[in-house]
Every structure is written in structure tokens, then in C-alpha cells.
């Protein structure tokens, strides 16, 4: 893989490669050697397998320091046909240095967080034997991850997309025998992996509608496309990103396509951290952000992807309003998130969405770090109950926030990154997430009032909620045994934890204000603009965070919930409530209009149309009736008649000669020397006058 | 005595109508046998005459050898043939050869 070949630059771009050899190396020595040897070894072959790449990533950030404008380094060819190829090469430039960093950092610590967290987990769900399987898989996401955002091409990047996807559906259907009935978890993985096809569907129809406009699939040769001839075609670029948009809805969960994201919470906590809220759901806001050139063409699609991205934000921060489940709420906190990103991209503020989508992956993945610390201590808790006295035999949801409460003095690492996290989220400086948020914001401001208002909004329930969550889950008095019990987890999870919440401290200083570092970082790559520190939108959205977490301390936090307490807001709100609580019904929505309907139709087809029509009408009755008559025919008309016709034919034909021509042999020996001797003047007479 | 090649000739076509008659007319198979032999002569005849006529000396045996040739090839033809009609005669108590007609189709 060394054998690379860069278009112009330094030699430390030629190692780039290797970011995504090293996770493919650590996967094969698991699958090879993970079942003979014990978690120690798979965990730490897997783990330093990413660190490796994170170094890789550095060395790339560090040659891009001394060339900023990137390089493309070509790897093999891969499809090559007359003029048109598709090599295999990786596109070095800010842009997906950025995400290579974060994405390996982030899952270097992940993959440690993991050694420990399933090390219990595979005890409690009890098979141990995953323990390998799962860091395989862990590493082979990274692995595709890696090929999506170093694709020089919208192919390789394709690759890459249906990578994490398929890594995505493994993960999820982890625990495929458990969930509700025994498949929930396996039913989960299909959802995810059946709503991701639509969005992958998407993809596709853009990238034939590249290659057709364009005759190239390469982004360099595209986007030059798009600048010089861009206006000329505007309606065909307008297709071309409506359908990336439907493919980055589908893959960053957004509105239609986010029904999947919140029952991937199936899977292990640390891949709901790493892939379902971090990374992978980032893929669709970098694709959109990496083809700003395409995006910027048309001024439809742009403001569609605002509107859906602030409508996302809004609506599914709604819902995280109203869940009990820990995981849940923050499943509805990533979906609100990327729903600012992506409106982000859409009006134009490509290094604010990044700069947010870094942060986020920071205070993200350690919300869902320590939510699954506080699960581990929960179900250590339930644990150690059952096995000292009375069998709790009843249902225990060890995610239900109603069965937690006063774990604040139990887990004191887990409380303050917990609470570092939610801050980080609620947008309060000078944590992370405030300097982000507010750029996004700030650039709303001037773009598009209306995603301005319902970013802000979004903002607003964003605090409430996390509020909600740091209440109900660490304050007030322990509502079950279980919480009562709950003990702090070992370092193994802890130090991960700390770190990421160090990232989730100063992200902020990415991109602050007056120096603008990531700006003219990404300016290299992208079209860029300063965005301006908007003081009346800081504090805005300072003051909206601060009112929802105090609205959040005066119903949760005065009077803390007691057991079995209904939630106050149910009182207040009353069917909004309801609705919220039930995700808006989305699901039964999406279950009538378009599940029903085509479970219908596809019965349809199997009983009516396939079995009654084709199979017992068609192939039963014509088919096998024709062939009936046909045969019949064949053998008492042709066969009968014809063939036995002709055959006795010739027998009665050779049968009336013989009886003829017999007559001619007369047995008179005088006879035949008169026919010899005639027959000799014959020949004679034909020599003498002819 | 120097007798012309058409005479020789002719006595040798004579002999052979003769001969043909004599095999064409005829029912006694020794007759037919003796009109066969007949024809044969009758070419041993137009043989010497032809090598008498044309042949230069050094190639003059040439018609007698295949003469010769003919004598010999007839009288093993004899041999055989009398002892076929010997055969005949046995099982027919006739040599007429219409009676040997059992290969009537």
C-alpha cells in the first residue's frame, strides 16, 4: 500500500494510507488470532490498531501545516474504462483532515472506553465470545469511516457511506436475540439499515446524475463542473443535490429519515457514542459540506437543507423533551444537533457546521460514554441485589431516568463529566458547545431569520432537557434499589471519560472568536467567510440556555421526583406532552402511510399477482395445459401420423420395388449372359459412335 | 505363306458369333462350355494375328505369352466348370441348364 504515488507534495502525505490499513491490520489479527486469546489482547490489538491511526492523522496534519492546499494521493487504480476511471486514491486537504482527526481521536478513546464497558456487558447479556467480535466490527467501521471522508471520489466515498452503514446494522442487531419479543434489537438493525437504503438511494441517483452531466465521478473534475458551467445547469445540479440531500438525511438522521437513529440505541452504549452520535451520522452534513460547490450552485436546494436541518433540530428536540430512557433523550439530542449542522451547511456557514460537528463529537460521545457509565452502575447495582437477596424477578430497566435519581455522591467522576457534557450541550460558555452553537447561530442571524428562529427554539429545549436529564439522573433521592447500589466505575472507563470531557472544556478554542483558527483552516479547502461574534445572539441563546435550565431546576430540581412519581410536566402540559412522550407519533405515522401500504402491496404481489396469477393461473393452468394439449397432440396427431406415416412409408416404398424389381432375376443362366452380352454391345457401340 | 490380317481377323469374328450363338441359343451345358472355348480361341487368334502384323521383333512373344496366359486361365476354367456340371448332372439327372433355376427372384 506504501507504493503511492502523490500528485504534488511533501512525503509525509505518502504514509496516508495507512489510516486506513492500520484499522483493516487490527481487524484481521482479531478475526485470525481474537478467539484463541483473551479480551486483554483483542482490546488492546483493536485499540492501539486506531491509536495508530489517529498518529497517521497528526502526520497529515502536520504535512498540511506546511501545505495547506492538500494533495491527492493515488493508491491503485480501481475501475478504468476508455476515458472514464475511477482511481483509488485519497484526498489529503483540511477538510477531511479535520474529520480523520477527530473521527480517530474520538474513537481511539471510545475503543479503550470499550475494553471495559464490554468486558461487563458481555457478562450481564451473558456471551462472552462477542467480546472479540465486537471490536472487529468496531474496527472495521473506522476503517470505512476512514474511506469516506479520504474519498477523492463520489464512488470511494460511496464505499465508504454503505461501510459504516453495514457496521451501523452489525452493531445495532449486537445483542440480535434480545429486545422486545426476542428480535427488538435484530428488528432495530433493519429499521436502521432499511431507512439508510432509502438515503443510500439517494446517493446513487446524484451520483448517475453526476456521471451523467459530468462524465466524471471525481470531485476535483466535478466541482470545476459546477463553477464553470454551473449556472448553465442549474436544473440538474438541483436535482443532483436535492437527491444528496435525501442521502445525507438518511445517513445524519434527519427529517424524514430519522426514525432509524433512536432504536439504534439497540446497540452497545459505546456504539451509540461512537457511531451513533460522534461519527458516522456526520457523514451526510461533511458530504454536503465537501460539495459546497455543487450546494452553492442552487439556491432551492441550499434553503431546503437550512429548513429541513432547523426543522430536525427543533422537532427532535421536542421529543427528548419528554423520554425517561437515558439513552433515548440523548438519541433525540444527537438528531436535534445534526439538525444544526446541517442547516449550517445550508446557508452557507460550512466552518461553523464543522466547527460543531468537531465539538459535538466531543460532548456527544461523552454524554453517551457516561450515560453508559451510569447504565454499568445501575445494573452493577441490580446485580449485586439480586445476588444477595430477594430475586427481583420483575422487569428492570436499568435506562429508564424514573428508576435512577441521587447518583450524584455514588459516581462522582461520572456526575461532573456528565454535567461538563451537558453544559457543553446546552450551549453555556464557555464551554464547547456555546461557541459553536452561537456561530451557527450568529450566521443564521444574517442568512435565514426563519432557521434563526428555530435554532433558537431548539436551543432552548436543548438546555431544558439536558437539565431534565442532570436532574432526574444525579439529583434528588435514589428511586430504586438498584440506584441505591450503584457503584462508581474502574479507571478503565473513567480516564476515557475525563479526557473526552477535557476536549468537551476547550473545543471552544477551535474556532474562537477574533481568531477564527478553523476558519483558515478549512479556508484552504472550502469558500469560507468570517463570521462575525454576534454579542446580542451570544447572549441570546446564554440567557434562553440559563432561563431552560432554570425552568428545568424549578420543576425537576426544587422537588425532586419520588418513586413511582408521574413527571410534573405531564400535569401542565397535558396532551402536548403525551405527544411528545410518544415521538409524535411518528413511527405509527410512517407504519400507516408507508409500512402498511406496502406490506400490503407486497402481499399483493406475492399472493394475488406471484402465486394466484403467475403460479396457479399461468404456470398451472396455461402452462400445464398447453403443454398437455400440446403433447397430446404431438403424440397422437404428429407422432401417430407423420413420423409413423413416413417411416411406414418407405418400409411399403422399398417393399413394392423389391416385389417388382425380384421379377427381373429370372434364374434362367442363358437370360443374364443375354443381358451381359446386350449390355457389351451397349458399351461398345457408345465407344464406336459417340 | 503370307496370309493378310483381315482375313485372320474375320475368321476370329466368326468364331466369336459363333461362339456367342452357340451360349445365347443353347441348353446343353456342354455345349454352352464348348461355345465359351470357342470365344476364347478366337481371341487367342486375334492376339497372334495382331503380334504377327504390328509387333517389331524384339516385342514379338508378347501376344503369344498372354496366349499362353489364356490357355492356361481356360483350361483351370474347364476343370472347374466340368466338375460343377458333373454336380448338376447328379442332383438334376439333366444338364440342361433351364432346369438350374432355384435362384428365381
Known sequence: MLSSEIVGGSGLFSIAPLIIAFPILGLLINLIFGRRSNERF??????????????????????????????????????????????????????????????????????????????????????????????????????????????????????????????????????????????????????????????????????????????????????????????????????????????????????PLYVWLPDAMAGPTPVSALIHAATMVTAGIYMIARNQALFAVSEFSSSLVAIVGGATALFAATIAVAQFDIKKVLAYSTISQLGFMLAAVGIGAQVASMFHLVTHAFFKALLFLSAGSVILGIEHGHHHLEHDSHGGDEPFDPNDMRNMGGLRSRMKTTFWVYLIGALALSGVPPFAGFFSKDEILADAVQENTLVYILLAVAAFFTAFYMGRQILMVFFGAARSEAAEHAPENPPLITIPLSLLAFGAVIGGALNLPGLHSLTDWIEHTLHVHVSEFNLQVAAISTGLALLAIGLAWLIYGRKPLTRGQADPLRKWLGPIFVGMENKWWVDEIYNAIIIRPYIALAAFLADVVDWRFWHDWFHDTVLARSFRLGTQWLSSGFDAHVIDGAVNGLGSLTKGAAARLRLVQTGYVRNYALALFVGVLLILSYFLFV | MNVPLNYLLALSGVLFAIGVVGVLVRRNAIVIFMSIELMLNSANLAFIAFARSFAPAAEALRGHVLVFFVIAVAAAEVAVGLALIVVIFRTKKSIDVDQVSSLKG
Open chain 1, 42 to 255: 483483542v482490546g488492546i490489538v483493536a485499540s492501539s490498531a486506531i491509536g495508530l491511526a489517529f498518529v497517521v492523522a497528526v502526520t497529515q496534519f502536520v504535512a498540511l501545516l506546511g501545505q495547506p492546499e492538500g494533495v491527492s494521493v493515488h493508491v491503485a487504480d480501481w475501475i478504468t474504462i476508455a476515458d472514464f476511471s475511477v482511481p483509488w486514491s485519497l484526498k489529503v486537504d483540511t477538510l477531511s483532515a479535520t474529520m480523520m482527526l477527530m473521527v480517530t481521536g474520538v474513537s481511539t478513546l471510545i475503543h479503550i472506553y470499550a475494553i471495559g464497558y464490554m468486558h461487563d456487558d458481555v457478562r450481564f447479556q451473558g456471551d462472552p465470545g462477542r467480546f472479540t467480535r465486537f471490536f472487529i466490527f468496531f474496527n472495521l467501521f473506522v476503517a470505512a469511516m476512514m474511506i469516506l471522508v479520504t474519498a477523492n471520489n463520489f464512488l470511494m466515498m460511496f464505499v465508504g457511506w454503505e461501510g459504516v452503514g453495514l457496521c451501523s446494522y452489525l452493531l445495532i442487531g449486537f445483542w440480535y436475540e434480545k429486545g422486545a419479543d426476542g428480535i427488538g434489537n435484530a428488528v432495530a438493525g433493519k429499521k436502521a439499515f432499511v431507512t439508510n437504503r432509502i438515503g443510500d438511494f439517494g446517493f446513487l441517483i446524484a451520483m448517475f446524475l453526476i456521471f451523467g452531466a459530468v462524465g466524471s465521478l471525481q470531485f476535483d473534475e466535478v466541482f470545476h463542473w459546477a463553477h464553470e458551467h454551473g449556472l448553465a445547469n442549474e436544473g440538474v445540479i438541483t436535482a443532483i443535490t436535492l437527491f444528496l440531500l435525501l442521502g445525507a438525511t438518511g445517513k445524519s438522521a434527519q427529517i
